[in-house]
């Protein structure tokens, strides 16, 4: 069975820096994405960042300069770096693993980030 366990969340005042992590543990595919979307309060959940298993990285536009992805591919963990937070950055960022080959998603239970002063 297939389990994400996030950590890292927490509160931090705007400019701040967190730096969130996502262990994968269970039977996985070598060929997946890893991601982190994220959902605040009557908003759809969004897409942050994404890697591949090659290391190929894709992110929203309003994290791109502040946040980075990145993967130990032997620790089946992927972690986001954000740093110059935002009060919008406020949510909750959820872990996700995408198995392209059967086009099935796995997801972490959710880590709250709050930016607030």
């Known amino acids: 069975q297939v389990q994400l366990v996030e950590s890292g969340g927490g509160w931090v005042q705007p400019g701040g820096s967190l730096r969130l992590s996502c262990v994968v543990t269970?039977?996985?595919?070598?060929?997946?994405?890893m991601g982190w979307y994220r959902q605040a309060p009557g908003k759809e959940r969004e897409l942050v960042a994404a890697?591949?298993?090659?290391?190929?990285?894709n992110y929203a536009d309003s994290v791109k300069g502040r946040f980075t992805i990145s993967r130990d591919n032997a620790k089946n963990t992927v972690y986001l770096q954000m740093n110059s937070l935002k009060t919008e950055d406020t949510a909750v960022y959820y872990c996700?693993?995408?198995?392209?080959?059967?086009?099935?998603?796995?997801w972490g239970q959710g880590t709250q980030v709050t930016v607030s002063s």
């Open positions: 269970g039977n996985i595919l070598t060929f997946n994405v």
């Open positions: 996700n693993l995408h198995i392209p080959a059967s086009n099935y998603d796995h």
């Open positions: 890697i591949t298993a090659g290391f190929s990285t």
